[in-house]
């Protein structure tokens, strides 16, 4: 896999972006805005809907007991 960063002001790097949107072998991600995912998580956060722990210790407890361990 290649990484290509281009400045898109210019205009011939906006006409190389949307060739390589037309291709096959390429899938362009622009990475200015999160994922759905990604939002749905700084929501439930925003919301109060996390679950904190006292300390890391705490929280494998809770993680080897929910799991068998």
């Given at each position: 896999m ?19 949107k037309?291709?096959?072998y390429?899938?362009?991600l622009?990475n200015?805005s ?5 939002l ?11 679950k904190?722990y006292?300390s890391?210790?705490?929280?494998m ?9």
């Open positions: 290649t990484t290509i960063i281009l400045d898109t002001r210019s205009s011939e790097a906006r006409k190389i972006l949307e060739l390589l037309k291709k096959r390429a899938r362009v622009d200015k999160p994922n759905e995912e990604t749905k998580a700084i929501q439930e956060v925003e919301e109060g809907k996390v904190s006292a890391v210790d705490e929280l407890a809770i993680l080897k007991t929910s799991s068998g361990v």
